[in-house]
């Protein structure tokens, strides 16, 4: 099985008005799943990532129900048929 | 969300541009600056602490610098008035890998000198000056600053460590002064290849040690284009006048309320003019005695005069941040300023009465004025005695970096996003 990767809808109109990926290969990990995306979609890494790589603070990141700050960042491992879900933090003012 | 309404300006129109807490707007007036229609928001529910307006060769070019603090801080443009606007899809501001620094906010966006008309500058946080020569579309960071020995020792005031104010000098192609909160003022004379501090008698009130080379908290720099080795600074406690392109300052605040405030703007035609608008202390940060009154010196800080009229003067607990007071270039100058309230205030006979132009904005933290159709020429020169250096015609010619990406047209046209709003 692919795996899914989605984006909040603010997101879409720098990715040709799609919201939901299906990677191509089996990336091994959050980071090689982001680079796959990245080749197709080049206006969504700036968005989600800063200029040092680092995913932005008020972005987070879930491999199905599981929050990657909380796991290995981006080295987090990604399931063969795992969803990948991007959405904006609750923050702000 | 709110309707976006778009402006419409003609040559010989004054526009506005209100950077906010949660957007851009841009008001329009003909020449007796007494109606305003208004434009935006653009850049709906993001922090625009920058705009500029750029009309150098027929260019009617609005910049400004979007934050979002989910998806960070963005260099939009638009030619029609915000019509349509360019988003890029890449980032164009960005610090290079081998920094280990990332972009937080633009708090600055400063046109080139007349004379080199595709030539920008942008002051970041954290404090950086970056450069493009081209119109915009592709930016470095000033290497001379950015690995300026003095960085360590920076920190943040209480806005963030911002690289706020750009003084490009109009006579000499080879000099700029900038100012960092906190770090204090830096001058080149080498086109940007090294920056000395240039804080010889401004006070550190917040510092053991008073007077240091660098470390003060200056909130804004101004200058008249036809002496630009005259500077005035508002400082964090401190009130100041150089007369030789920032070697040293003397204190200035004779007869103002307070010598804190944030905001800082120069008469487009008197070179001994300049506007402030005190703020009681640090602490409180807000008008004193609850009054809002606009301070002028016409005598270049000999002395100061409260400017009253159509404001205020009860009740009036105002905050108004180091950009949001701006001149525009008509004779009488129009005068204007926003408040942390969102309210925007504007004077069209040199700040001797005022009116308040529109009500019930965001926070506002930018404001910048234009006459549509000038195209940015300085006036003519009232002093014989400024430096000139004609030698190159290029300066801030960055070193070469790896974030310097190739000005192709691809950068803007291509891989950008031309929303229709």
């Known amino acids: 099985m692919p795996v899914t990767l989605r984006i909040p809808s603010y997101l879409a109109v720098f990715a040709g008005g799609k919201s939901s990926f299906l990677l191509e290969g089996l990336p091994a990990t959050v980071s090689a799943a982001l680079e796959s995306l990245w080749k197709d979609q080049p206006g969504l890494r700036d968005r989600i990532l800063d200029e040092q790589g680092q995913v932005r603070p008020h972005i987070n990141i879930f491999v199905g129900e599981d929050a990657i700050r909380f796991a290995d960042g981006l080295a987090t491992k990604v399931p063969a048929d795992a969803e990948i879900l991007i959405v904006p933090a609750v923050s702000g003012g | ?49 920058a705009m500029a307006f750029d009309q150098r060769q027929g260019r009617r070019r609005l910049w400004w610098a979007q934050q979002s603090f989910r998806w960070g801080t963005v260099l939009c443009s638009s030619d029609d008035y915000g019509k349509t606007i360019t988003e890029p899809e890449t980032y164009s501001v960005k610090f290079p890998p081998e920094s280990q620094l ?85 001058r080149t004379d080498d086109g940007g290849a090294t920056w000395q501090a240039r804080n010889e008698g401004v006070r550190a009130e917040f510092l053991p040690e008073k007077y240091p080379e660098f470390g003060q908290c200056v909130h804004k720099i101004v200058c008249h284009p036809s002496r630009p080795e005259r500077l005035f600074l508002q400082n964090h406690w401190g009130l100041y006048r150089s007369d030789d392109a920032g070697n040293s300052w003397k204190d200035i605040a004779n007869g103002v309320p307070s010598d804190f405030g944030f905001c800082m703007a120069a008469h487009p035609h008197d070179p001994d003019t300049v506007y402030i608008v005190p703020i009681e202390s640090d602490e ?11 301070y002028r010196t016409r005598n270049a800080g000999a002395s100061w005069e409260p400017m009253t009229r159509g404001l205020p003067q009860k009740d009036a607990l105002e905050t108004i941040l180091r950009d949001s007071m701006a001149t525009d270039t008509c004779d009488p100058a129009g005068i204007y300023f926003g408040t942390r309230s969102g309210k925007v205030y504007g004077s069209s006979d040199d700040g001797k009465s005022w009116r308040a132009i529109i009500e019930g904005l965001p926070p506002v933290v930018c404001v910048r004025a234009a006459l549509v159709g000038n195209s940015g020429k300085n006036p003519p020169r009232r002093h014989g005695d400024t430096e000139k ?14 974030s310097r990406r190739p000005a192709t047209g691809k950068a803007r046209a291509g891989n950008a996003r031309a929303a229709k709003r």
Not at chain 2, 2 to 14: E, F, M, T, W, Y
Not at chain 2, 104 to 114: E, H, P, S, T, V
Not at chain 2, 284 to 293: I, Q, S
Request: glycine content about 10%; proline content about 7%; overall charge positive.
């Open chain 2, 102 to 186: 990332a972009l937080k906010n633009i708090w600055q966006i400063c046109l080139g000198r007349d004379d080199d008309a595709d030539t920008m500058y942008c002051g970041v946080e954290p404090a950086a000056l970056f450069e493009s020569h081209d119109a915009g579309k592709t930016w470095s960071p000033v290497e001379g600053l950015l690995n300026h020995p003095h960085r360590p020792k920076w920190v943040p005031g209480g806005g963030g460590m911002c690289l706020h104010t750009i003084l490009p000098d109009p006579a000499n192609s080879k000099r700029m002064m900038i100012a960092i909160s906190t770090a204090g003022a830096y």
């Open chain 2, 284 to 294: 409180y940060r807000c008008t004193p005695e609850g009054k809002l009154r606009v």
């Open chain 2, 1 to 49: 969300m709110p309707a976006v309404r778009h402006i419409s300006a003609k040559s010989g129109d004054v526009i506005l541009l209100v950077g906010t807490m949660k957007g851009a707007f841009v008001l329009c007036s003909n020449r007796a600056r007494k109606k305003w229609d208004v434009g935006g928001p653009y850049s709906i529910g993001s922090p625009v602490y």
């Open chain 2, 389 to 402: 250096n004609k030698s190159g015609s290029k300066r801030f010619k960055a070193k070469k970096s790896s």
